[in-house]
Nanobody, 127 residues
């Protein structure tokens, strides 16, 4: 059974950094594209980043481009989201999701392409 577990969420001050982890179990991450999504209270889920199965291709939403970096360590079956220069508007529950593809999907809405989801981790940016 595919399982994804996010961790690393926390309270951080504006301008600070956090690193989220998405650990997979029950399957080898090598064959899956992983996406990071977030959902703030009262808002729709937003796709923020994606990494191809090999790690050679990444994609970012404009709202996080230049501040967030997605990476993966297939040997550890884990994908990471490094978040720098964080802003209050980054406050949300962050989810990772997997799809059995090689390249990040482009058809909108992106989330429909992802079949397996984690339970989410809370990130709060506040002084």
């Amino acid at each position: 059974q595919l399982q994804l577990v996010e961790s690393g969420g926390d309270l951080v001050q504006p301008g600070g950094s956090l690193r989220l982890s998405c650990a997979a179990s029950g399957f080898a991450l090598d064959y899956y594209v992983i996406g990071w999504f977030r959902q703030a209270p009262g808002k729709e889920r937003e796709a923020i980043s994606c990494i191809s199965s090999s790690g050679g291709s990444t994609d970012y939403a404009d709202s996080v481009k230049t501040r967030f970096t997605i990476s993966r360590n297939n040997a550890k079956n884990t994908v990471y989201l490094q978040m720098n220069n964080m802003k209050p508007e980054d406050t949300a529950v962050y989810y990772c999701a997997a799809t059995n593809k090689q390249l990040c999907p482009t058809g909108r809405p992106i989330e429909v392409h992802f079949a397996s989801w984690g339970q989410g981790t809370q990130v709060t940016v506040s002084s």
